[in-house]
């Protein structure tokens, strides 16, 4: 099976009405995603996209028995949409939204405290399940059914990989995009336990960049863990300068922090397979599987 959602999951769309919102909520039910409801405050009883809209998150789950979320809101608001989302009881968050702040992102994180909520985001392209479910605004054009877990913090290579991995006929058993905030929700070690724990992943490919220190704390993980899948890892940004942010607002190389290739060799310390090129990734990914 796939991790955080499969062909049951029933996703609710927070700013269903919005511009974004119709767009990916459409795109989603056509690829056959299981979308029962929206949430808009003010235009609770009305239909959108064909789905019942509601006035709040719980009265959406309520009604629809939806145990995922995509919210699709302005940066002001999404904060708020979050943790409304995580107040009701909803199991995976995804939430796409850019330049949420980061003093909000903190209130998030608190609320997430103790919860049993999984938030995938801010800033996420989403989490795909190839032929069941897609929650997020991720392209599924190249994206088949397959043995390979991939969490990313880049949207473009992200497609590239899957990309890639379907090519050689070995195809995503889920993709999640952590997302390229420097406070958010799942990331690198959080994606990894769930892939180990996968029957349907046989290897898995972190996808990281400078910044943050995701890179850091999967390598932690595997350290002290068991995992017996092969993890190859793709580490981009080796020729950017320090102290200055490369795309958004997570890559940015301080003074003192680590750099690619410094994170690169963490990695591969803790085991995992280096690719030095996205085009190396797949075949390493297919030569790491014969081999194991």
Do not use: W
């Amino acid at each position: 099976m796939a991790i955080l959602i499969d062909a049951d999951t029933r996703v609710l769309v927070q700013g269903l009405t919005g511009r974004a919102g119709t767009f990916y909520t459409d795109l989603a039910i056509r690829y056959g995603t299981e979308c029962v409801a929206g949430v808009r405050p003010g235009k609770g009883g009305s239909t959108h996209v064909g789905l019942p809209v509601f006035d709040t998150v719980a009265e959406a789950r309520d009604a629809t028995q939806a145990n995922a979320s995509l919210i699709m809101v302005p940066p002001h608001r999404a904060a708020d949409a979050m943790i409304e989302a995580i107040a009701a009881g909803i199991g995976v968050i995804v939430c796409v939204t850019e330049r949420v702040p980061v003093l909000d992102m903190l209130r998030v994180k608190a609320a997430l405290d103790g919860a049993d909520s999984v938030l995938v985001g801010p800033n996420s392209q989403g989490v795909l399940s190839p032929g069941r479910c897609k929650i997020g605004v991720m392209s599924t054009r190249d994206a088949t059914p397959g043995a390979v877990g991939i969490v990313s913090r880049s949207a473009s290579l992200t497609s590239e990989v899957v990309a890639q991995t379907s090519a050689l006929g070995l195809g995503q058993s889920t993709t999640i995009g952590i997302g390229g905030d420097p406070v958010h929700g799942m990331g690198f070690a959080d994606a990894l336990r769930h892939f180990r724990d996968d029957d349907e992943t046989r290897a898995v490919v972190l996808i990281g960049e400078i910044g943050g220190t995701e890179e850091e704390a999967a390598a932690e993980y595997l350290r002290g863990a068991d995992f017996g899948k092969p993890v190859i890892a793709l580490v981009v940004g080796r020729h950017a300068p320090a102290e200055r942010r490369m795309g958004h607002a997570g890559t940015l190389a301080m003074l003192g922090a680590r750099s690619a290739a410094q994170k690169a060799q963490i990695l591969a310390d803790a085991g995992v397979l280096l690719a030095r090129d996205a085009d190396d990734v797949a075949p390493m990914v297919r030569k790491a599987l014969a081999g194991a």
